[in-house]
């Protein structure tokens, strides 16, 4: 079993910011390293969508368009955690959000691409 547990979500006004992380571990876990890695997003009545991914070694980043400019993911491998950072938040942006590991395909934006799923963590923007 891998397990992801995201934290840092909560409820603050718009054109706040706020920083989830990821954290990965699991008697199966593979090198951190080999998973490409994904955070997405997902409000009720609605499909879970993309919003961003990371390539393995972290230097190709991917975004969804409604964040682009204002959200940023990094990892690091040496300590098994993905990070987004959000920045200028609006009340769209309010969702449960979810930590995603992907082994097979790279890059994986879509749910079905992704192996392992976090528990979520709750955004709330507020205007």
């Known amino acids: 079993q891998v397990q992801l547990v995201e934290s840092g979500g909560g409820l603050v006004q718009a054109g706040a910011s706020l920083r989830l992380s990821c954290a990965a571990s699991?008697?199966?876990?593979?090198?951190?390293?080999?998973?490409?890695m994904g955070w997405f997003r997902q409000t009720p009545g609605k499909e879970r969508e993309f919003v961003a991914g990371?390539?393995?070694?972290?230097?190709?980043?991917h975004y969804a368009d409604s964040v682009k400019g204002r959200f940023t993911i990094s990892r690091d491998n040496a300590k098994n955690t993905v990070n987004l950072q959000m920045n200028s938040l609006k009340p769209e942006d309010t969702a449960v959000y979810y930590c995603?590991?992907?082994?097979?395909?790279?890059?994986?934006?879509?749910?079905?691409?992704?192996?392992?799923w976090g528990q979520g963590t709750q955004v709330t923007v507020s205007s």
């Open positions: 995603a590991a992907a082994f097979r395909i790279v890059p994986a934006i879509k749910v079905g691409d992704y192996d392992y």
């Open positions: 990371i390539s393995r070694g972290g230097a190709t980043p």
């Open positions: 699991g008697r199966t876990l593979r090198t951190f390293s080999t998973y490409y």
